[in-house]
């Protein structure tokens, strides 16, 4: 893991044991340590996190990093910097960041943050425990922080990839959207603002200005912009996958990039289909349903039987003439689906 800005959010607070003397004193000099981004008790949606430090200089010598994760890390303060970055990954759920400043081998302060990474599928972390919130950072409140390092302007040109893509103004914030194997055509280059218009959807107007590069949710819209061609071919068949109709690519996507696919799933297909369809979770049924048919004579293809299937072998995720969203060429497999649900569920 390395130092770098992912801007995200500020807090100042909680948990300061600075020993200053006096109230007028504390208004005369830097905050002793604060912690700039992530936001106390803020969701986050992507899984690596930007741990944002400011400090009094000439009052710490030191930083000491923790997650509830168990990732940690020291930094060494330079004489003329006093705001440093670090990069933690974090899982679905609630954590917990702390901050230690020290001077002369002495802890001088603590600071400490919850935040909470959602899932857009999980039903365990998708909805957001209450008092935790979305919150911005690009507004001019809290871009403010980040200005005299970082040129929070916009250089991107219109319909224009970055030769050069650190040449971007996102880029050194916002690189960690890189990481993963695969990687979004608008994430390589750079290009934010087609998708992050700053404008809001039905589904996220309660947020509407609090950012300057919101995106409309749902996203369908924005998506088939560039996606004209899966646009006219699905909306010309006749059944439709639900998230599709509405618009909810994001929901099975992750925009930016995946560790799944080329096609930037949020999880393998079996786990991404089972996380709505919950009561198709076990193959083992579907590998006996298979195995029965071998038995009546029916040709079934070997790794049917063995397991090594997906749901989109026989189901295209997004639309299809036939019913259940079957492909053309499973006929004769319309009821294996159905008996498992008959079946109770899995």
Known sequence: MFVFLLCASFSSVLFATDTENSASEKEQQPELLSIIQPFDKGVYEEEYIDISIGIDLDRVDTIKLFSSENERAIIRT????????????????????????????KRVAIRKVKIYRRSFLSKYYKVIPPGFEKRFF??????????????????????????????????????????????????????????HNGKTGIKNRKYKGKSRFLYPDPIGDTCFKCHKKNHKKWGDRKNMHDPVGAGKCNLCHNPHSSDVNKNFLRMKVWNLCTSCHADKRSKRKFMAIFKSRELGGAKVQKRFLRGDFDCIDCHDPHASDRPYLLRENYKGLENVCLVISEGGGG
């Open 78 to 105: 330079e004489e003329d910097r006093d705001v440093y970055h670090y990069l933690f990954k974090f899982p679905f759920g609630e954590h917990s960041i702390r901050a230690e400043a020290y001077k002369n081998g």
């Open 138 to 195: 690009h507004t001019k409140k809290y871009e403010q922080k980040c200005d005299l390092c970082h040129d929070m302007s916009v250089n991107e040109e219109k319909g224009v990839a970055f030769y050069d893509i650190s040449e971007s103004n996102c880029f050194d914030c916002h690189q960690s959207l890189l990481y993963k194997k695969f990687a979004h055509a608008p994430t390589v280059n750079f290009v934010c603002l087609p998708c």
